[in-house]
């Protein structure tokens, strides 16, 4: 069974600082890797999708990479905000129809 | 619509009593989800639908959970005789067609509590 786990389970930065999120997947065996946004009281927000075919993807201040072989994924935000504070959420497709497998979050505190 | 639409967004019942949850997927989405997220949990699958058919239900924790989706749009997730582990927000997802190339929209969820 696929196992997601994300290090650390909370993070606090001052703002400006870039933020490096980990994310590990017992079965390398997935047709994709994502990353949402999840803000309090609110549903997820899609970030990056990553295919199992791919190194990583960017979008803006985000760049997420995949290493398949080492069961990784690292989500990147530069120069961090403070309206980047948020939980932020990994999941492995594990189905090809689309069963996500996530991790349990990262909160991530961004001070002024 | 734009987004994926739950109701109610809040539902606090006594335990025993039944509860319908709503989710109205985007428009065109033929692939709909549901998850669980339990205090200090992760997101925990529970169904999916491809149009009116759901091909694995294999989340559902127990045969008090049903769900079923009409037309190809809207779904209702119904929790019968609510027991106190059941509170938990749950959230709906869509998905233009099912598999790797497209990504999720989520619904904000319906936060149940069950007292």
């Known amino acids: 069974k696929q196992e997601v786990t994300q290090i650390p389970a909370a993070l606090s930065v001052p703002e400006g600082e870039n933020l490096v999120l980990n994310c590990s997947f017992t079965d390398s065996a997935i047709y994709n890797l994502q990353w949402f946004r999840q803000d309090p009281g609110k549903g997820l927000t899609s970030l990056l999708l990553?295919?199992?075919?791919?190194r990583e993807q960017t979008s803006g201040r985000l760049n997420a990479s995949l290493d398949k072989s080492s069961g990784r994924s690292t989500l990147y935000i530069a120069a961090s905000q403070p309206g980047d504070s948020a939980t932020y959420l990994c999941a492995a497709l594990t189905d090809s129809w689309g069963k996500l497998q996530f991790g349990a979050g990262t909160q991530v505190v961004v001070t002024p | 619509g734009a987004g994926v639409s739950q109701s109610p967004s809040n539902k606090v019942t006594e335990k025993g009593k039944d509860v319908e949850l709503r989710c109205d997927p985007i428009?065109?989405?033929?692939?709909l989800y549901w998850y669980r997220q339990s205090l200090g949990q992760g997101l925990e699958f529970l169904i999916y639908?491809?149009?009116?058919?759901?091909?694995?239900k294999s989340g559902l924790p127990s045969d008090r959970f049903s769900a079923e989706r009409t037309g190809g749009s809207v779904s209702t997730l119904t929790i019968q005789r609510t027991q106190q582990e059941d509170s938990a927000v749950y959230l709906c997802?869509?998905?233009?067609?099912?598999?790797?190339?497209?990504?999720?929209?989520f619904g904000s969820g319906t936060r149940l509590t069950v007292v």
């Open positions: 990553i295919q199992s075919s791919q």
């Open positions: 639908f491809q149009g009116n058919s759901a091909p694995d």
């Open positions: 428009s065109g989405h033929t692939a």
């Open positions: 997802a869509s998905s233009l067609a099912p598999g790797m190339n497209y990504g999720y929209t």
